[in-house]
């Protein structure tokens, strides 16, 4: 996932007066031109930020737009505005930069209060200031210096800023208890619950380390304290609800669901149109995964936990050499990346369990960061993530203008995924490669059912927001049953769907993993039959950026509509006549087709939103220990 702050989009920045990184010449001509500062991460101070210099900066084109003189051109009041207006862009890096260091610092030590302080703070200030430059800046939208802005931002945004309408107080009080409940919702997942069983005390960590535990008891134990995880964080997202429900008042919409669509994501499709699709993935999505998980191999994917397992700078060395065989600028990306040490993917149990990149537009950059599961889903995060780093560190779009079209930044990082799917057998061995190959693919579909399964719960609650725990769960439950799951015993409540950090952090996020998974999956069959072509499209899609919405961007580059059903059955079916190809090379069902479950601890890449069952991730969980043992027995 690519991470933003509240009321902010991050992009990265075109810097002044800095060093540039030399680019071939074919990359050269795709993306436009960019500088990027040679800082290593250790490098980058966080030093807080205030706001004055920006302020004054404001203060100073006020002054000098509302003043009669303003209307008409003049060299050296024109002169006066280019400079403020620079300085202003420059600020603005400054203040976005500076929210991702100490956002970064927080992911890194979630027990950091101090951190959590300082980020909630810079994220309320970043709310206000990004507020007055709209206003201060939509002055000049009506003077013979309106190309100042124009020739960054764009005629359609001019014509917003006259529009502008000021942040009440009212939503900056509303924004402020929306950061402080994200905040509260991360502690409380931080925290260990507690389930009491004869007089002993379980947690989640002594579970899983037990070796002792009858299957029944197991079970019993693992409910006990799946309810309590729920009602601890539960609680918490019924408050949300509610503050983003005003929040959507606030600004004419009746449900958040469709303020967020428009306002958050810019889609350009709604909240009606996407049932179409939501409907297409019941009908012909869900028996495709049941035929996946038909022909998974669980002792294929646990011998390839066992045999890739790696951290940091190895999963780096082993991803590195395929870059260049897509595409030598992603390569020279790639290397700029990992010689400023732009990342944190080490495992760490301070971290909170989250995955991002982020931009750092003061040095023309972006991180990024990580709590590894462990596994060679690892090795999926480093992909993904680096098809966001690599359109952020392309984009020359300023932080104040860029757009959040965040369904084609996930093509960016799941198309990269499903193209590397080529190089599975260089990199883990011909049964290893076969496993990581189809784990992809099973992840794409399972992707695409998260994605509009999470949707559609999201879209209810905030149809009927003043719905109890126990209704949000029992909802949980009868949709999820929709798309696939499906439960032992006859409890109403699901309860899970608190682990998935999105229902929190970024609401009505989840539906852009199914809209760019299906782009992916299209990419990928393209890439079987024409790979330089896919290869091709790829590379427009990460030069576009996000500055254009989802369904215009697919049309440009040639990809299919997937709002049309036959669109979506088509998909479905050339993903399995591509199983029955393999399945009949094969001559049996022993295919090891691999799922992967959704998001562990609700992390918030969803490189791994599959339809196993929690309860499954969780058995899985407890047997990693065992795994490096006895790598070809089933726990």
Known sequence: MKKTFRALRLGAILLAACLTLTLPAQAAARYPEKEHLPVDFAD??????DGAA??????ALEQIAASPAAQTEDAEIRAALEALYGRILSEVDQLSTQSALIGIRYDANGADQEAADESAALSQLSVQLFDECYRTLGLLADTPYRDILERDAGPEILDELRNYQALTAREAALYEEEERLVQAYDQAMAQPVQAVREGQVWTEESLAQDRELDDETWWEISAQLERERNRAAGEIFLQLVRVRTEIAKENGYDSYADYAYRESYGRDYTTEDIEAVRRAAKR????????LMDALSQRDLRALDVRTRAYGDDILDAVEPYMARIDPELAETFAFMRQYHLYDIAPSDSKLPVGYTVGLPAYGTA???DDPYGDHQDYSTVIHEFGHFNETFHSAEHDLWSSFHIDVGEIHSQGLEVLFTAYAGEMFGPEGGRAFYWATI?????????GCMYDEFQTAVYEDPDMTLEEVNRLFKDISE???????GDGEESYFWVEITHNFQSPMYYISYATSALSALDLWLISLEDWDTAVDIYLDLAAMGLSQPYRETVEAVGLRDIFHERTMRLLADGIQDRLSEETGERGS??????LLGAGFGGAVILIAAGALLVC??????????QAAETPWELP
């Open 482 to 488: 929709e798309y696939g799951y499906s439960y032992e």
């Open 367 to 369: 991180f990024i960061f």
């Open 44 to 49: 980058m101070e966080y030093t807080g930020y």
């Open 284 to 291: 012909y999505w869900v028996p495709l995964e049941a035929r």
């Open 54 to 59: 920006l302020r004054s900066a404001l203060s």
């Open 589 to 594: 069902w022993e295919l090891p087709v691999v």
């Open 442 to 450: 099973s992840n794409m579909v399972s992707s695409v059912l998260e």
């Open 616 to 625: 499954r991730r969780r058995r899985r969980a407890a047997a990693l220990a």
